[in-house]
């Protein structure tokens, strides 16, 4: 349902190292994020309708939320919040850390103070 969605939406997934990836992060905005249990970071606008298995074709995921990314390219916001991969409580805190430092991977800076973990299940 989520894959139709975003298609109707017009709204395709954003892989690091990609020109879609520096576009998204330069239009900046909100987004949702996820890493792949390779590594691979994807983001796209967060919108109604748009859920996180649309990163990776709903495959497993070692990180999601949502990020908000400012007009200079960098993520003043990042949490843990996804309502179809929440971590266990106590893998929360790495769940998180997986998609900062992804980001960091990517050449986008994340604030420190914008590092919001809301837990898990």
């Given at each position: 349902?989520?894959?139709?969605?975003?298609?109707?939406s017009g709204v395709s997934p954003a892989t690091a190292g990609t020109?879609?990836?520096?576009?998204?992060?330069?239009?900046?905005?909100?987004?949702?994020?996820?890493?792949?249990?390779?590594?691979?970071?994807?983001?796209?606008?967060?919108?109604?309708?748009?859920?996180?298995?649309?990163?990776?074709?709903?495959?497993?995921?070692?990180?999601?939320?949502?990020?908000?990314?400012?007009?200079?390219?960098?993520?003043?916001?990042?949490n843990n919040h996804t309502g179809h991969y929440t971590?266990?409580?106590?893998?929360?805190?790495?769940?998180?850390?997986?998609?900062?430092?992804?980001?960091?991977?990517?050449?986008?800076?994340?604030?420190?103070?914008?590092?919001?973990?809301?837990?898990?299940?």
């Amino acid at each position: 349902m989520e894959m139709l969605e975003a298609e109707f939406s017009g709204v395709s997934p954003a892989t690091a190292g990609t020109g879609a990836f520096a576009e998204s992060v330069s239009a900046g905005g909100r987004h949702i994020w996820s890493v792949d249990v390779a590594g691979t970071l994807r983001i796209a606008p967060a919108m109604p309708g748009i859920k996180h298995p649309i990163l990776t074709e709903g495959r497993a995921v070692v990180g999601a939320g949502e990020a908000h990314i400012n007009e200079r390219g960098i993520v003043e916001y990042i949490n843990n919040h996804t309502g179809h991969y929440t971590p266990c409580q106590a893998c929360s805190e790495q769940f998180l850390m997986n998609g900062v430092r992804a980001f960091e991977r990517a050449g986008i800076p994340v604030l420190r103070r914008g590092i919001t973990n809301l837990g898990g299940k």
